[in-house]
């Protein structure tokens, strides 16, 4: 007879604040505070003994239980029953269920919903147990798994997470390469069982032909090959950003563009003046002269300006 897993009641428990006894500067005891160092350097190593270490050697012990549970019912033929049984649990606890929860993360979220245990965390065990049993970890080999593995749970995780990604781009990748235009036809190819592509060589004798050579390339050296070849395509194809002009540059810039300013305020007034001036007068002849001047000083810093800007892509 099946039995229905129950939703379970939480309890939140408040810690009491430590007392904290504060040291006044001005009798501050320099030997005395070294000694108080080496007695609390002590505590934390008696801290992380005691509470620690033997929290994680807990938790691995609570998480190979898990996965000995997982396993069984990942064989059993049973897996959706027992999948429901702890999404019903959860809901009739107030949890919110999601299309994107994975089924490992629903049981480590039901086993630790009576803790503080936040969702990233959750997410890590669950990832854990998921890798694990990809990697064809036996029902009672998940604590070992997790101690030899580098940053134990994390690093299991993320050990999961470095193969999904790689398997993303290079599906992609391929799919990119496949839509581009054919450059020639090889000769017929040796294909091993599961291949999809094999990347060649292109040769070019002293006649100008090119043939198409074989290498022999593990693998994973043609998988880190074709993403990279999906990078160069990626690339060839982007607009190049314009280079935003350095400090420096937009400093020279801004001087030559007061000066600019500053040669055309002097044009204005020349222009003012030469108004004023009688014509035909002496004056007025001078003015004129020093206006002409003043202008062509005015354009050859504006030019200035213009080259400038344009080296700089503004």
Same mark, same amino acid.
């Given at each position: ?25 001005? @009798? $501050? ?6 000694? *108080?160092? +080496?007695?609390?350097?002590? %505590? &934390?190593?008696?801290?992380? /003994? #005691? ?89 009672? @080999? $998940? ?6 593995? *580098?940053? +134990?749970?994390?690093?299991? %995780? &993320?050990?999961?997470?470095? /193969? #999904? ?89 801004? @001087? $030559? ?58």
């Amino acid at each position: 007879m099946s039995q229905t897993i129950q939703p379970i009641k939480t309890v939140k428990t408040t810690a009491s604040r430590p007392r904290v006894e504060v040291m006044s500067p001005a @009798g $501050f005891d320099l030997d005395e505070s070294v000694l *108080k160092l +080496g007695q609390l350097r002590q %505590r &934390a190593t008696e801290i992380d /003994q #005691q509470f620690t270490v033997m929290g994680r050697n807990a938790m691995i012990d609570l998480m190979s239980k898990l996965y000995v549970i997982w396993h069984a019912a990942k064989a059993s033929g049973r897996f959706d029953a027992f999948l429901g049984n702890i999404k019903s649990a959860l809901l009739a606890e107030g949890h919110e269920l999601r299309k994107k929860n994975d089924d490992s993360g629903l049981l480590v979220r039901y086993i630790f919903s009576g803790t503080q245990l936040d969702h990233k965390q959750i997410h890590v065990y669950g990832r854990s147990i998921d890798v694990a049993y990809e990697k064809g970890t036996p029902a009672d @080999g $998940f604590a070992d798994l997790i101690r030899k593995t *580098k940053n +134990g749970f994390e690093g299991l %995780r &993320a050990e999961g997470a470095g /193969q #999904q990604d790689a398997s993303a781009k290079q599906a992609i990748a391929l799919s990119a390469c496949r839509a581009e235009p054919t450059a020639a036809v090889s000769e017929e190819i040796n294909w091993v069982d599961g291949e999809s592509f094999q990347i060649l060589l292109a040769i070019k004798d002293d006649g100008g032909k090119t043939s198409l050579k074989y290498v022999p390339f593990s693998r994973e050296q043609q998988e880190a090959m074709l993403v990279q070849i999906h990078r160069c395509f990626k690339k060839a194809k982007q607009t190049p950003k314009p280079k935003k002009p350095s400090k420096l540059q937009r400093d020279l810039l801004a @001087g $030559f563009e007061a000066e600019v300013a500053t040669k055309q305020a002097r044009v204005r007034q020349l222009e003012i003046e030469e108004c004023m001036a009688v014509k035909g007068s002496e004056q007025a002849g001078a003015k004129s002269q020093e206006l002409e001047f003043a202008k062509q000083l005015l354009s050859a810093a504006q030019s200035t300006v213009d080259t400038l800007k344009a080296s700089f892509g503004l």
